[in-house]
């Protein structure tokens, strides 16, 4: 009877600590290229960068084998290939789990399996196959008292939406709403894992430049655009379009599944018609995108979703066919060298810009107190305690002139938190001489090299006066 209790209680703390985790960046490890480093190598860099959660697209015994006591939590790939035989035969899905994962865990600590990728593009027409195979990995997980530690999920692109823009008219493709996707929430559900989504608003952006905004597809200052369905205002692609599978999820009925990020990014190089990319967006891309996920992980519609958010990729994979910027997404080059600077966790970004070096908003990479213009703005992304924490210190002990947002002063409106912290962290940031460090007030502020186009007086308080209409199609 109290082994039956203890079992119960374990169940539903490892339940919880897997629902509750904050949010975090991993990386995608793809190796389809002829020229990467080995496996022992990688997981060394990795250790370095101080990533601690990467995503293989198979169950390659090298890699593996060198994640073994790294630390490093792990998701492991069933390709689309095999769909077929997991969903028909629970013999091979019972196999294939004890020679790909039982044989590592909890050595290599597998955290998931994805099992296939983007199913409903995939040219093999496995769709059907997904939620039977899907269940049959899990049981054969139950079957070795992995389920606890070990979660089931599959990742879906954006093109799975049958509309996303704007955010709030989010909704999953009709045809695949009974067959599939009740079926695949019903199954995460029951199972407490979470739905796998791959995110790019590279793609958004470079076939809707005309309409998007650079800033607002990298992360960087820009007045916003307000979604006329919910209300809420984004200031970021990336948000707008998460916003579109919770809309999606809402819809259903699926509020309570979570999400996460399997792949996004941006490329470094492209071929001449494959608008924005280069080496500095990609940089202010990702490191925006990172600086966002590890201080508020939310998005507008769902604020405590604490997203976890896998980076693509690891390297340039010189063998992926397709456009150049298939070969170029990569942070890191074969040599391992850096293609751009992107830090992976709190402390790398306080040791980088906005607190010193690396990728700025403006995606440009210079030390803070660097030329001739900078400014520290509050980031509209950060939870309000923080904005309220870092406001209380500047005005406080940082000695930051706040007397004109006091009530009735000449800067008090707007009266947001968001205008007051602005204005003090810019008060501080100038006095302390635009030093390295002196704007981040723990992930709740950053620095931007051009001034901000509109602001209520001629400081720094950025007061957006119209807002244009964002028609792009996400």
């Known amino acids: 009877m109290h082994r039956l209790i203890v079992s119960a209680i374990l169940f539903s ?50 890699v593996l084998r060198a994640l073994s006591g790294s630390g490093i939590k792990v998701t492991v790939d069933l390709p689309n290939e095999q769909l077929y035989l997991a969903a028909k035969k629970r013999s091979f899905a019972e196999s294939w789990v004890e020679k790909n994962v039982v044989v590592y865990h909890p050595r290599t600590e597998i955290e998931a399996i994805a099992v296939g990728n983007e199913v409903f593009v995939d040219s093999h027409n496995t769709t059907k196959y997904l939620v039977p195979a899907m269940r049959n990995i899990h049981e054969a997980l139950v079957k070795h008292n992995l389920e606890r530690f070990i979660k089931v999920s599959s990742p879906i692109a954006l093109t799975a939406l049958g509309s996303s823009y704007p955010s709030s008219s989010g909704s999953f493709r009709p045809e695949l709403v009974e067959p599939v996707f009740k079926p695949m929430l019903n199954f995460i559900r029951e199972t407490a894992s979470y739905l796998m989504v791959n995110v790019y608003p590279f793609f958004a952006y470079e076939s809707n430049a005309d309409v998007i905004s650079l800033d607002y597809a990298l992360f960087r200052e820009n007045p916003g655009s307000v979604d006329p369905g919910n209300g809420l205002r984004y200031f970021n692609l990336f948000d707008a379009q998460i916003d579109a599978v919770f809309a999606a999820l809402s819809a259903l009925k699926y509020d309570d599944v979570r999400v996460v990020v399997s792949e996004t990014g941006w490329p470094s190089k492209g071929d001449s018609d494959e608008v924005g990319a280069s080496p500095q967006n990609a940089a202010a891309f990702n490191g925006n995108l990172v600086r966002k996920i590890l201080t508020n992980g939310g998005t507008p519609l769902r604020p405590n979703a604490n997203l976890t958010v896998y980076l693509f990729a690891l390297f340039n994979e010189n063998h992926k066919v397709g456009p150049t910027s298939e070969r170029n997404f990569g942070l890191f080059y074969p040599d391992m060298k850096k293609v751009y600077d992107v830090p992976f966790t709190l402390a790398g970004m306080k ?20 030329g001739k213009s900078a400014w520290c703005v509050a980031n509209p992304h950060a939870q309000e305690e923080k904005l309220q924490k870092g406001l209380d210190y500047a005005c406080g002990e940082g000695g930051a002139d706040c007397r004109p947002i006091q009530m009735g002063a000449t800067c008090y409106d707007p009266n947001t938190l968001v205008a007051h912290a602005s204005f003090a962290f810019n008060s501080y940031y100038q006095k302390k001489g635009r030093a390295s460090g002196s704007c981040y007030f723990d992930g709740a502020a950053y620095v931007v090299s051009q001034q901000p186009s509109e602001y209520s007086m001629k400081f720094l308080v950025m007061v957006p006066v119209s807002f244009p209409q964002n028609t792009e199609e996400e």
């Open 351 to 370: 040791a980088a810009s906005p607190a010193g070096r690396g990728p700025v908003a403006g995606g440009v990479s210079k030390r803070s107190g660097g």
């Open 13 to 62: 703390f490892f339940t919880i600590l897997i629902l509750s985790d904050a949010s975090s960046i991993g990386v995608n490890y793809g190796r389809v290229a002829d020229n990467l480093p080995s496996a022992v190598k990688v997981v060394k860099l990795l250790k370095l960068q101080g990533v601690d959660r990467v995503k293989l697209y198979d169950t390659d015994p090298a």
